[in-house]
């Protein structure tokens, strides 16, 4: 049972380009988010899934799309990188009020 | 706006003795709080939660503390163990089916040997 796996737990991007983050879950829950976290600010909330083809808006959504076509993946695209979105990426999954988190993805982008 | 706050940026124990780590909220539609540890380069991890219907939760050295009044919640670690040094998260939920948290900021807990 691998729960959330994250790939690639490492990426370097140069302004302006797209790339797609990673995320599945094995655990056959509904709820699905993206959070990002910097230095002294805590976890904030990018986007959010209830279930296969519903996403949501978190606190910080733009410069990031989403789409949920499975109940397993849910991928983080990134239309055209920013330094302002150099960051650790998280992805988390659940069943209840209990978020299971992946290992996360250490993105810089130059 | 930060809705949940967690004044105290760091914190430092010795083993053995109690970890108070605070937490604060300002949204009263929260009604679920949660702790979550986080290890470097890994992933928060989920310790202990409360409801609103209750004060206390309690599992083994981890007690969650709830007033309501105050919009407090803090975590009570005892013994300290040097295991336990990490950053800790505060989340709240404000009801409803999504599961939606809202964190604060972490404190980094370390417990000197």
């Known amino acids: 049972n691998a729960g959330v796996t994250q790939t690639p737990k490492f990426q370097v991007l140069k302004t302006g380009q797209s790339m797609t983050l990673q995320c599945a879950q094995d655990?056959?829950?509904?709820?699905m988010s993206w959070y990002r976290q910097d230095p002294g600010m805590g976890l904030r909330l990018i986007h959010y899934s209830v279930g296969a083809g519903i996403t949501d808006q978190g606190e910080v959504p733009n410069g990031y799309n989403v789409s949920r076509s499975t109940t397993e993946d849910f991928p983080l695209r990134l239309l055209s990188a920013a330094p302002s979105q150099t960051s650790v990426y998280f992805c988390?999954?659940?069943?209840?009020?209990?978020?299971?988190f992946g290992p996360g993805t250490r993105l810089t982008v130059t | 706006d930060q809705q949940v706050k967690q004044n105290s940026p760091s914190l430092s124990v010795q083993e053995g003795r109690i970890s108070i780590l605070n937490c604060d909220y300002t949204n009263s539609m929260f009604d679920y709080f949660l702790w979550y540890k986080k290890y470097p380069a890994e992933g928060p991890t989920f310790l202990i939660s409360?409801?609103?219907?209750?004060d206390k939760n309690e599992d083994g050295r981890f007690t969650v503390f709830l007033n309501k009044s105050a919009k407090h919640l803090s975590l009570h670690i005892v013994p300290s163990q040097p295991g336990d040094s990490a950053v800790y998260f505060c989340a709240a939920n404000s009801g409803g089916s999504n599961y939606k948290l809202t964190f604060g900021k972490g404190t980094l807990l370390t417990v000197n040997p």
């Open positions: 409360i409801s609103s219907i209750k």
């Open positions: 655990m056959n829950h509904e709820y």
């Open positions: 988390a999954s659940s069943s209840a009020w209990e978020q299971y």
